[in-house]
T-cell receptor, first 116, second 113 residues
Framework: GAGVSQSPSNKVTEKGKDVELRCDPI?????LYWYRQSLGQGLEFLIY????????KSGLPSDRFSAERTGGSVSTLTIQRTQQEDSAVYLCASSPTRYQQSDTQYFGPGTRLTVL | KNQVEQSPQSLIILEGKNCTLQ??????????LRWYKQDTGRGPVSLTIMTFSENTKSNGRYTATLDADTKQSSLHITASQLSDSASYICVVSRRTGANNLFFGTGTRLTVIP
């Protein structure tokens, strides 16, 4: 079956511009996560959606970052007024149930963002 | 300080040889530990998951071990293949708290012919 998909696969933007990154989770998965992976660094948690509950935004690095999940499915991560330090691979993952600790996450291929 | 430390950072081995990757963690209270494989340009893919009571788990040529007392895990790869070239990421879950997943920075494995 279809896995997690992300678009675009690559995005090059100029400093100060806004960008939107899209994630389509596996159908029926209730949990959705966004991570950032910088060169040589581990995965950095950004935000977590679980069903209709309020999202856990504790990992968002600044108020320039926001995310929404419409209809419990597709999610969009928006970065406003991009900075060069925002350059990274942004990974989305979904998992089937509400138990973050025990579920395996299925990752998308990521969006590589380059801010010039 | 990162609560999950992996070693070595990178490793080069000959095809057919075995290797062992290490993961040490301080995450508490512990829930489970996962190993992921991440091919270049792809998202991580789960290899194994172990809870507190499990000390070994195999997935084909991959065998993970867990010592919950010393908070150490290892991933052993047997008879390596070129397709094993990837980053291997250790992820530890905490039983409580808002953000419960802690990621290591990974070990970059290169298998050469």
């Amino acid at each position: 079956g279809a896995g997690v998909s992300q678009s675009p696969s690559n995005k090059v933007t100029e400093k100060g511009k806004d960008v939107e990154l899209r994630c389509d989770p596996i159908s029926g998965h209730t949990a959705l996560y966004w991570y950032r992976q910088s060169l040589g660094q581990g995965l950095e948690f950004l935000i977590y959606f679980q069903g209709n509950s309020a999202p856990d935004k504790s990992g968002l690095p600044s108020d320039r970052f926001s995310a929404e999940r419409t209809g419990g499915s597709v999610s969009t991560l928006t970065i406003q007024r991009t900075q060069q330090e925002d350059s990274a691979v942004y990974l989305c993952a979904s998992s089937p149930t509400r138990y973050q600790q025990s579920d395996t996450q299925y990752f998308g291929p990521g969006t590589r963002l380059t801010v010039l | 300080k990162n609560q999950v430390e992996q070693s070595p950072q990178s490793l080069i081995i000959l095809e057919g040889k075995n290797c062992t990757l290490q993961c040490n963690y301080t995450v508490s209270p512990f829930s489970n530990l996962r190993w992921y494989k991440q091919d270049t340009g792809r998202g991580p893919v789960s290899l194994t998951i172990m809870t507190f009571s499990e000390n070994t788990k195999s997935n084909g040529r991959y065998t993970a071990t867990l010592d919950a007392d010393t908070k150490q895990s290892s991933l052993h790869i047997t008879a390596s293949q070129l397709s094993d070239s990837a980053s291997y990421i250790c992820v530890v879950s905490r039983r409580t708290g808002a953000n419960n997943l802690f990621f290591g920075t990974g070990t970059r494995l290169t298998v050469i012919p």
